[in-house]
């Protein structure tokens, strides 16, 4: 299939733009890096979650083409109150749009990507920052 939308927009690179309100700091107690197979982006994320789970902080180090990098702004904006089970069902969400579904995912932001679905060789770096933030939150031994 031969893509056919313009894939950096000015909307998807401002979006990359983004990133700067997240550093990775060191005071992060979970933390996780993930690297895409597909396409080699590599992700650095940091986590403080409160007490019933929910993330209450995040920064990260992003690697990764334009996509990428607005897709991880996109997923970061949105964590805030999120726990393990709302991004894992938000991961399912968006790998089924991504791969076809007609259902946009719920995720706030998440319609700046809608032009990217066509490049599948991007999937895997819109995906990540989500794999990333499960990698996280699953990590056995949060640092602090």
């Not at 990098?69 to 997923?75: H, K, L, N, R």
Request: charge should be negative.
């Amino acid at each position: 299939m031969i893509a056919t939308t313009k894939l950096y927009t000015p909307a998807l690179l401002g979006l990359a733009v983004e990133l700067a309100n997240y550093p990775l700091t060191d005071d992060f107690p979970l933390r996780a890096e993930v690297r895409s197979p597909v396409c080699g982006s590599v992700m650095a994320i940091g986590l403080d979650t409160g007490a019933g789970g929910q993330i209450i902080a995040a920064g990260a180090r992003v690697t990764a083409c334009a996509v990428g990098q607005a897709a991880a702004a996109i997923c970061l904006a949105g964590l805030s109150g999120c726990n393990a089970a709302a991004v894992e069902a938000a991961l399912g969400d968006i790998t089924a749009w991504l791969n076809g579904s007609d259902q946009q995912p719920a995720w706030p932001g998440i319609g700046a990507l809608a032009e990217t679905r066509s490049y599948s060789a991007r999937h895997g770096a819109i995906l990540l920052p989500w794999r990333a933030v499960q990698a996280a939150l699953s990590n056995p031994e949060p640092r602090g």
